[in-house]
């Protein structure tokens, strides 16, 4: 057993202070379900129908109404909608057939054919089109986290990404013996912007490696968390260490935690004057470190995805598309000199990032 203090302690040795570059998560399913393999044969058949249903006039918003709409908070909706104007700007290249393809989306999905269509109608012809227009981004089954040995399917789901930005990778492992050697981490090989996720009993104490040197502890709490682990300052060795929970409100928000080698990251909705987080109080930043909750629903996403916006002493350094399938995003550096940025995304269970439910 390793006596450390729980924050950080000095590391022996040096560690070259470099990014590497990560590819996003896998796993997740984005396809639209597309019976359309020629975009013209869709195109057609979408206007035919917009024009059966009523769909196929343009209304122009005036000035005041684009205003109105770049100030409006997203409104707190339902789990998931019937449909995404954003698979349209997917769908089609050009600006009419995206507006017709929005237009119809709320006279078409999540309706029966055979009762919005007149007589005579083709059915099958539109029910081909549903499927196409009305598909939306939805989650597939993330992995299961790992199981502390000795502790099967007990315990709170504990999220360990590493912030610390060098190619030196973390690794976790069960701090189980006072006198006796340790086993093997659990999570070995952490790279930088790595999550991953560990089911550990309260109470129970990790070990956690920079490399192959003993480097900080954690004591797993009561609850589901985020723990990040990086620089307690940064361009030092010493190691430091923050967790992060919040509660389930049941709108599946995503949160956002910032690796960025930076002390501060500024954060904004592009194009929007929305607060970016679900706390009003908190500053439009991100400390190094630190998470936060983004203020977007699950709902609002599915429909028209936002992104976010990240600077840094008012300069763009880069933005992230939140996705609906995605519910945790890792900010960082790419590692060069101007410090490109790039970010991670992980599609874990919402309530494993979540405490109970309100």
Same mark, same amino acid.
């Given at each position: 057993?390793?006596?450390?203090? &729980?924050?950080?302690? !000095?590391?022996?040795?040096?560690?070259?202070?470099?990014?590497?570059?990560?590819?996003?998560?896998?796993?997740?399913?984005?396809?639209?379900?597309?019976? !359309?393999?020629?975009?013209?044969?869709?195109?057609?058949?979408?206007?035919?129908?917009?024009?059966?249903?009523?769909?196929?006039?343009? =209304? +122009?918003?005036?000035?005041?109404?684009?205003?109105?709409?770049?100030?409006?908070? %997203? $409104?707190?909706?339902?789990?998931?909608?019937?449909?995404? *104007?954003?698979?349209?700007?997917?769908?089609?290249?050009?600006?009419?057939?995206?507006? @017709?393809?929005?237009?119809?989306?709320?006279?078409?999905?999540?309706?029966?054919?055979?009762?919005?269509? %007149?007589? /005579?109608?083709?059915?099958?012809?539109?029910?081909?089109?549903?499927?196409?227009?009305?598909?939306?981004?939805?989650?597939?089954?993330?992995? $299961?986290?790992?199981?502390? *040995?000795?502790?099967?399917?007990?315990?709170?789901?504990?999220?360990?990404?590493? $912030?610390? %930005?060098?190619?030196?990778?973390?690794?976790?492992?069960?701090?189980?013996?006072?006198?006796?050697?340790? *086993?093997?981490?659990?999570?070995?090989?952490?790279?930088?912007?790595?999550?991953?996720?560990?089911?550990?009993?309260?109470?129970?104490?990790?070990?956690?490696?920079?490399? +192959?040197?003993?480097?900080?502890?954690?004591?797993? /709490?009561? &609850?589901?968390?985020?723990?990040?682990?990086?620089?307690?300052?940064?361009?030092?060795?010493?190691?430091?260490?923050?967790?992060?929970?919040?509660?389930?409100?049941?709108?599946?928000? *995503? =949160?956002?935690? +910032?690796?960025?080698?930076?002390?501060?990251?500024?954060?904004? @909705?592009?194009?929007?004057?929305?607060?970016?987080?679900?706390? $009003?109080?908190? %500053?439009?930043?991100?400390?190094?470190?630190?998470?936060?909750?983004?203020?977007?629903?699950?709902?609002?996403?599915?429909?028209?995805?936002?992104?976010?916006? !990240?600077?840094?002493?008012?300069?763009?350094?880069?933005?992230?598309?939140?996705?609906?399938?995605?519910?945790?995003?890792?900010? /960082?550096?790419?590692?060069?000199?101007?410090?490109?940025?790039?970010?991670?995304?992980?599609? !874990?269970?919402?309530?494993?990032?979540?405490?109970?439910?309100?």
């Amino acid at each position: 057993m390793m006596a450390f203090a &729980s924050l950080a302690v !000095f590391l022996l040795g040096a560690v070259r202070c470099s990014g590497r570059l990560l590819a996003p998560g896998a796993g997740v399913n984005t396809t639209v379900n597309n019976h !359309f393999l020629d975009r013209t044969d869709l195109d057609k058949e979408m206007k035919h129908l917009a024009s059966v249903l009523g769909a196929d006039k343009k =209304v +122009n918003a005036t000035a005041p109404a684009k205003r109105a709409l770049k100030a409006a908070k %997203p $409104a707190q909706q339902a789990m998931t909608v019937e449909y995404s *104007p954003f698979t349209c700007k997917k769908l089609f290249a050009y600006a009419d057939s995206r507006d @017709v393809c929005v237009r119809l989306q709320p006279l078409l999905c999540g309706k029966e054919c055979e009762k919005i269509l %007149p007589a /005579g109608g083709e059915v099958g012809k539109c029910a081909d089109v549903q499927k196409t227009v009305c598909a939306i981004q939805k989650h597939s089954k993330a992995s $299961a986290p790992v199981e502390l *040995p000795g502790h099967a399917a007990s315990g709170n789901i504990l999220t360990f990404c590493n $912030a610390y %930005p060098t190619q030196a990778m973390i690794s976790i492992q069960h701090d189980k013996y006072y006198a006796l050697e340790d *086993p093997e981490p659990f999570l070995p090989g952490l790279k930088y912007l790595e999550c991953k996720q560990a089911l550990i009993p309260t109470g129970e104490g990790v070990n956690i490696f920079l490399g +192959n040197f003993p480097a900080a502890k954690h004591v797993a /709490g009561s &609850s589901s968390a985020i723990i990040m682990i990086g620089q307690y300052k940064l361009g030092e060795l010493k190691m430091g260490v923050t967790v992060y929970s919040f509660k389930d409100e049941g709108y599946r928000r *995503p =949160v956002v935690c +910032n690796a960025y080698p930076e002390d501060k990251l500024g954060t904004a @909705v592009a194009g929007r004057d929305w607060h970016p987080y679900v706390n $009003a109080k908190h %500053p439009r930043s991100l400390k190094y470190m630190e998470c936060e909750k983004l203020g977007l629903d699950h709902a609002d996403s599915q429909k028209d995805p936002e992104s976010i916006e !990240f600077s840094v002493d008012g300069k763009v350094k880069g933005h992230a598309l939140i996705s609906p399938v995605h519910t945790l995003y890792v900010v /960082g550096s790419k590692g060069d000199e101007e410090k490109t940025l790039e970010f991670k995304e992980y599609h !874990f269970e919402h309530g494993s990032i979540r405490e109970a439910k309100e």
